[in-house]
Structure formats: C-alpha cells, structure tokens
C-alpha cells in the first residue's frame, strides 16, 4: 500500500483527470459514495451531520449527504463556507435541489454521527476562527457519543506530516480517498485519525516511486529463507559493539546481542570493554563475548578495529558513551569494512561532534552498506536540521539525508521511516511501551540478526522496524503498554516471525 504526500496526491489527481479523463466530478461522485458507505457501517441508525469547508473536501461531503438521504437516512449539512470550488459548488447545488438542508450554525442538538468534510489535504497551518470552532463542536459531539468520520484527513491536520497546530478533528474513523495520506500516519495523526481505511474511487498512480507502507504481506516477501540442510554458519556472524562504565545499571545493552540470537543469526558476539564484561557473563549464555580494551570505556585500535572485519555485519554505538574513539571505529570500518555496518546511538553522537565537518568524505569512500538508526534528536544533531524542521519535513528530511551521503536511514519515532535516499518505507508496527530505555538496543540487534543472514541494510531495516513493532503490540497485550520492558519484546520475537510464516 503506498503513502502519498499532499503534492504527491495533487499531481496524481490531475493525471488522473487530464491525463486519463476521468472527469472530476466522477472522481467525486465516488468519493462521497465510498463516505456514505462508511457512515452506515459506523453509524447504521441515527440522525447525521455532514460538516462540510468549500473545497473539494466540501464536496465530497454534500454527495455523502445526498446518497445517504436517498438511502432513507436523517441528514443535514452544516457549511459555512462563502467561497467555494466549482466541483463543490455543483454538489452543493444537487444537494439543495433535491430538498437538503445547509445551515450556516451549528445546531443545538446531537447526532449519532458528524461526518467531517471540512479541509482535506489543501489545509496551510492550522485552522483558524469559525473552522476551529467547527473542529471543536465535531470534537465536542464526540464527546456526547457521536461517531466521528472524517473525509481524506482528519480537518486541522496536516497531510505531509501529521502535525496539528491548535484545534482539529479527532476521528473515530478516517476514509483517505484514493491513496493513503502520510499525514495521518505520522506525528498528532496516529492519535487523531482512528482507524484508517482507503477508497479505492479509481484514481491511477502514474509512477510507483511513492512510499511504502510495510505490513505483513510486504514484509514476509523479505525474510530470510532458512533450509533444513543448514548449520549455523549458514546464517551469519553479527558483532554487537556496546556498552560503557557509564552505562552498565541496566541489562538492555545486552538486549541487542539477545535480540540478535532471537532474529536468526548463526554467532552473536557482543565486543565489550573488560571492565564492562564481567556484567554480561551467563546474562545470554548463546552470545559469545570479547573483550574490546582494558577499562571501562571503549579505545579505538587498530587491533580492535580489524577483528570486527570478518562479522557479516556490525551494529555498534549503543551505551558506549560518545568519544572520540568511537568517532574512530566508525571512521575506520567505513574504510575497511564490506559488510552491512549499523550505526545507532553514540555512534552517531560521535560522528555527529567529532565528524561531521567531513561527512561525506566519510561516507563517499565507504566499502560498506550503512543503516543509521537515530531518533529525532539524533538525526537533528547529525544533520544540523532542528528537530522542528525534521518533524515538519515529514518524509522527506532522512531522505534527503540518505540520497546525500548514500546511507540507508531508519528514523526512529511513533512511525518510523526507513529510506535508501530513493526507496521509502513507512512502519506504523509498535506502541507507547517502546517508549522506554532498551527499544532502541533491541531493534538494532534484529537488524544486525537479518542482515547477517545476507539481507541489505535497506531490507533489514524496513523487516526490523517492523518485527519489533509488532512484537511490542504482542508485549503489550500481555503486559500493557505501561509495564511492558524491552525484554517483553525480545521474548514476542518468535510470535512475530510465526505470523510471518504461518
């Protein structure tokens, strides 16, 4: 299933009618058929409201309001709208032709349903005076027990990337029209959009350069085929480069290492400082440990440095502390390493304070495939683009990252995107409970687990994001959301991988 932007939308609409001929009123006629569906199913019994803006969102709500009235149902319209578009205006017109009702206030009644047809993906900022005070009569009809069903995109919500400034429509269901909006899988739409359905109203992709939505189908095409005449050498060999002095209160720095083993790798071997290792002996007696330096902290040498080589992959960075020395690992297996080379946590800290002026050197003479795992922050720091303006540029800031430097990227947050700088993939797997300290450590060991077994970064990175997120959402209905740990995802692993095989 793909994800379009608002731009992405615009151009496919108008290839659709120039392009196709397919006439725009047809398109719409669709739309508000596919929303009169909804609103039976949601709501089979009851009086309904259609709030309607003057654009084409508009429109799509005064066709729902005629169909479901000439189904026998109880509908009024609310618009307030003085300027409207010309497929909205014709609408609106057979609307009261055929004997609707349009107020211009809201009514003191309740309903059993408000259909939300304010503003579709045209919103610029948030909404503003009668429109929010529209959002907060529909949020307020909630409420008092009405279902709310909103039109492409939840009103006051933006279509790039999710953001809700001030007041917007909270909906109990979403009805995208044609494509998914990324919008309302990202940010404040994971918390606003409900549940989220497409109509399919015959609207054609002129190009399949657009994002990915992973679910089940998509991603259990990439999972590593395993053989009954195998061994384990036949399934890779991961190096897990972790841990500190500074960061030993808590197991979750071998929680990778274990995720590791949980995801199919052959030999997990987790690199630790010696004076950090002692903690880890008999935690997962199936990981191999080493010893990376004397003390407490990690040193860079050349020693150390070349015995990672022969790992099929390496993920490093988590709990080490950021250093100059770990700058220099990473500096030295861009170099020399050919494998798949996971950076996450301190990792990229380090490049981000000790590297960064030379980025793309670093990257330009890479040997290796690189997946860069940050969160927010981290990708901020590492880019040198605010964390606002990350958030803001929705799909687009790791991917314009990625096509830069020739990096696979996976940021971390609510949804997660993973891109190749050409390639994008949107995962919406998972739950509050990754919230907590150790997630990031255990998506990074599956990823080191797949991409062992000879999975691309890119790959391994799209089918982990996704394994961890729904091995949370197994956790959580066990332990709740609240009091479920890292662990509780690594031990729902296999359920994760059984669902992708049965």
Same mark, same amino acid.
Request: with cysteine; proline share 2%.
């Given at each position: 299933?793909?994800?379009?932007?608002?731009?992405?939308?615009?151009?496919?609409?108008?290839?659709?009618?120039?392009?196709?001929?397919?006439?725009?009123?047809?398109?719409?006629?669709?739309?508000?058929?596919?929303?009169?569906?909804?609103?039976?199913?949601?709501?089979?019994?009851?009086?309904?409201?259609?709030?309607?803006?003057?654009?084409?969102?508009?429109?799509?709500?005064?066709?729902?309001?005629?169909?479901?009235? +000439?189904?026998?149902?109880?509908?009024?319209?609310?618009?307030?709208?003085?300027?409207?578009?010309?497929?909205?205006?014709?609408?609106?017109?057979?609307?009261?032709?055929?004997?609707?009702?349009?107020?211009?206030?809201?009514?003191?009644?309740?309903?059993?349903?408000?259909?939300?047809?304010?503003?579709?993906?045209?919103?610029?900022?948030?909404?503003?005076?009668?429109?929010?005070?529209?959002?907060?009569?529909?949020?307020?009809?909630?409420?008092?027990?009405?279902?709310?069903?909103?039109?492409?995109?939840?009103?006051?919500?933006?279509?790039?990337?999710?953001?809700?400034?001030?007041?917007?429509?909270?909906?109990?269901?979403?009805?995208?029209?044609?494509?998914?909006?990324?919008?309302?899988?990202?940010?404040?739409?994971?918390?606003?959009?409900?549940?989220?359905?497409?109509?399919?109203?015959?609207?054609?992709?002129?190009?399949?350069?657009?994002?990915?939505?992973?679910?089940?189908?998509?991603?259990? +095409?990439?999972?590593?085929?395993?053989?009954?005449?195998?061994?384990?050498?036949?399934?890779?060999?991961?190096?897990?480069?972790?841990?500190?002095?500074?960061?030993?209160?808590?197991?979750?720095?071998?929680?990778?290492?274990?995720?590791?083993?949980?995801?199919?790798?052959?030999?997990? +071997?987790?690199?630790?400082?010696?004076?950090?290792?002692?903690?880890?002996?008999?935690?997962?007696?199936?990981?191999?440990?080493?010893?990376?330096?004397?003390?407490?902290?990690?040193?860079?040498?050349?020693?150390?440095?070349?015995?990672?080589?022969?790992?099929?992959?390496?993920?490093?960075?988590?709990?080490?502390?950021?250093?100059?020395?770990?700058?220099?690992?990473?500096?030295?297996?861009?170099?020399?390493?050919?494998?798949?080379?996971?950076?996450?946590?301190?990792?990229?800290?380090?490049?981000?304070?000790?590297?960064?002026?030379?980025?793309?050197?670093?990257?330009?003479?890479?040997?290796?495939?690189?997946?860069?795992?940050?969160?927010?922050?981290?990708?901020?720091?590492?880019?040198?683009?605010?964390?606002?303006?990350?958030?803001?540029?929705?799909? +687009?800031?790791?991917?314009?990252?990625?096509?830069?430097?020739?990096?696979?990227?996976?940021?971390?947050?609510?949804?997660?995107?993973?891109?190749?700088?050409?390639?994008?993939?949107?995962?919406?797997?998972?739950?509050?409970?990754?919230?907590?300290?150790?997630?990031?450590?255990?998506?990074?060991?599956?990823?080191?687990?797949?991409?062992?077994?000879?999975?691309?970064?890119?790959?391994?990175?799209?089918?982990?994001?996704?394994?961890?997120?729904?091995?949370?959402?197994?956790?959580?209905?066990?332990?709740?959301?609240?009091?479920?740990?890292?662990?509780?995802?690594?031990?729902?692993?296999?359920?994760?991988?059984?669902?992708?095989?049965?």
């Amino acid at each position: 299933m793909y994800v379009l932007t608002n731009k992405q939308m615009r151009d496919v609409d108008r290839y659709t009618i120039e392009k196709l001929g397919v006439p725009s009123l047809t398109l719409m006629e669709r739309a508000g058929i596919a929303l009169a569906d909804e609103a039976e199913r949601l709501s089979p019994t009851g009086k309904i409201v259609c709030v309607c803006g003057g654009g084409n969102n508009g429109g799509d709500g005064f066709v729902c309001a005629r169909i479901l009235q +000439t189904r026998g149902r109880v509908v009024t319209t609310v618009c307030f709208a003085e300027k409207f578009s010309d497929d909205c205006l014709v609408n609106k017109e057979k609307w009261t032709a055929c004997g609707g009702e349009i107020l211009t206030a809201f009514p003191d009644q309740n309903f059993a349903l408000v259909i939300d047809c304010l503003f579709g993906t045209g919103l610029r900022g948030g909404l503003e005076d009668e429109t929010a005070c529209a959002a907060a009569w529909i949020n307020e009809q909630k409420t008092k027990g009405a279902k709310v069903l909103s039109a492409d995109i939840p009103s006051g919500l933006c279509g790039d990337n999710g953001l809700q400034k001030g007041e917007g429509v909270r909906a109990d269901v979403t009805v995208c029209i044609g494509e998914i909006k990324a919008g309302v899988l990202m940010a404040d739409g994971l918390d606003c959009s409900g549940e989220i359905k497409r109509a399919d109203i015959g609207i054609t992709l002129p190009e399949k350069d657009y994002a990915q939505l992973l679910d089940r189908d998509t991603v259990r +095409t990439i999972l590593p085929v395993r053989k009954r005449n195998s061994h384990k050498g036949s399934y890779g060999r991961a190096a897990i480069v972790a841990g500190s002095a500074e960061y030993t209160g808590a197991a979750y720095l071998s929680a990778a290492a274990a995720a590791c083993l949980r995801t199919g790798a052959g030999y997990t +071997t987790l690199f630790l400082p010696s004076d950090v290792l002692p903690y880890y002996l008999l935690k997962d007696p199936e990981v191999l440990l080493k010893s990376t330096n004397d003390g407490g902290r990690y040193a860079f040498t050349q020693e150390n440095g070349a015995e990672l080589l022969a790992y099929d992959t390496v993920a490093l960075g988590m709990g080490m502390g950021c250093s100059e020395d770990v700058a220099a690992l990473v500096e030295y297996l861009l170099c020399h390493y050919e494998g798949r080379l996971l950076i996450d946590a301190d990792g990229l800290n380090s490049l981000a304070r000790y590297k960064k002026d030379c980025l793309a050197a670093l990257f330009g003479n890479k040997k290796c495939g690189v997946l860069l795992t940050p969160h927010v922050k981290e990708f901020s720091r590492l880019s040198g683009v605010s964390v606002e303006e990350v958030v803001e540029r929705g799909l +687009t800031a790791p991917c314009d990252f990625a096509a830069e430097y020739g990096v696979n990227v996976l940021l971390k947050n609510a949804s997660s995107i993973v891109t190749d700088g050409v390639r994008i993939a949107l995962n919406v797997t998972g739950n509050s409970g990754l919230a907590k300290g150790g997630s990031g450590d255990v998506l990074s060991g599956v990823i080191a687990g797949l991409c062992a077994q000879g999975l691309s970064a890119f790959d391994g990175g799209r089918l982990g994001a996704y394994l961890v997120g729904r091995a949370a959402e197994l956790a959580a209905s066990k332990q709740s959301e609240y009091a479920m740990t890292a662990r509780d995802v690594i031990a729902e692993l296999g359920k994760a991988f059984l669902e992708l095989e049965d």
